[in-house]
């Protein structure tokens, strides 16, 4: 049984959480996969588009540092207001070129649930911390 590489192309480009930037000039262009795209109730165009009330400038560093280091690993989280409120992913650039256009793109893991329990982790932490600071006095 052969391995099919168009049709798992496809399905990559269909059901991964992936996007691709690009710069032509100076007009910014950012497009996603239709399974990122359904987290969205807006048009995404551009990194602002995509992170919305979570704006930060990690996204724009780390497509600066894939760029100036195109075979380096780059990875990093970020969070973006949903359809389902605040999930955060985990991303992973890569860059090519083509036509004499380099893009850059990330695959993208949802982290939403491993982000929440860490965040109660935290706080479990510092509540038990405090409630032993507390006994001490």
Not at 7 to 17: G, H, P, Q, S, T
Not at 40 to 63: H, M, N
Not at 96 to 121: Q, S
Request: aromatic share 14%.
């Amino acid at each position: 049984m052969g391995f099919d590489r168009n049709r798992f192309a496809l399905e990559i480009m269909d059901k991964a959480l992936w996007w691709r930037w690009s710069v032509d000039n100076t007009h910014e262009k950012l497009v996603l996969s239709d399974a990122f795209l359904a987290f969205f109730v807006r048009s995404i165009d551009c990194i602002e588009d995509l992170t919305g009330a979570y704006s930060s400038p990690i996204l724009k560093i780390k497509i600066e540092e894939i760029l100036a280091s195109p075979y380096s690993d780059v990875r990093f989280s970020a969070s973006y207001e949903t359809v389902s409120g605040k999930k955060s992913f985990q991303h992973r650039l890569n860059s090519y070129e083509e036509n004499g256009v380099r893009y850059v793109w990330a695959n993208c893991i949802d982290i939403t649930e491993r982000t929440n329990l860490e965040r109660e982790f935290v706080d479990t932490q510092r509540d038990s911390s405090l409630g032993q600071l507390y006994e001490k006095q």
